[in-house]
């Protein structure tokens, strides 16, 4: 089992940035891949980014290509999303994710993920 604890959400003006963190605790988190995903209201949760456990593999949304960056240090046990150029659309609750190694779902999915955080609010405004 792991515990997953995002932080860093926040308002901040168009063009703004923010770094988000996800700390784990109850097992290493160098054995998971891990992801972010989000939730604006009314709609489903969405993919955002993902991470393989040892980072040497990333994968984006089209949506925030080029935006945002998805990294990991597994000596602190950490996941983060620096996020860059927000704006309103890229507001909403984001959340960090755990995949088990066994886990056969595709990344981009929400199957593909066996743990969850509580999530963080994200608000970009105009």
């Known amino acids: 089992q792991v515990q997953l604890v995002e932080s860093g959400g926040g308002l901040v003006q168009a063009g703004g940035s923010l770094r988000l963190s996800c700390a784990a605790s109850g097992r290493a988190l160098s054995i998971y891949a891990m992801g972010w995903f989000r939730q604006a209201p009314g709609k489903e949760r969405a993919f955002v980014a993902a991470?393989?456990?040892?980072?040497?593999?990333?994968n984006y949304a089209d949506s925030v290509k080029g935006r945002f960056t998805i990294s990991r240090d597994n000596a602190k046990n950490t996941l983060y999303l620096q996020m860059n150029s927000l704006n309103t659309e890229d507001t909403a609750v984001y959340y960090c994710?755990?995949?088990?190694?066994?886990?056969?779902?595709?990344?981009?999915?929400?199957?593909?993920?066996?743990?969850w955080g509580q999530g963080t609010q994200v608000t970009g405004s105009s």
């Open positions: 994710a755990a995949t088990h190694p066994g886990n056969s779902s595709p990344y981009y999915s929400l199957t593909g993920y066996d743990y």
């Open positions: 991470i393989s456990w040892n980072g040497g593999r990333t």
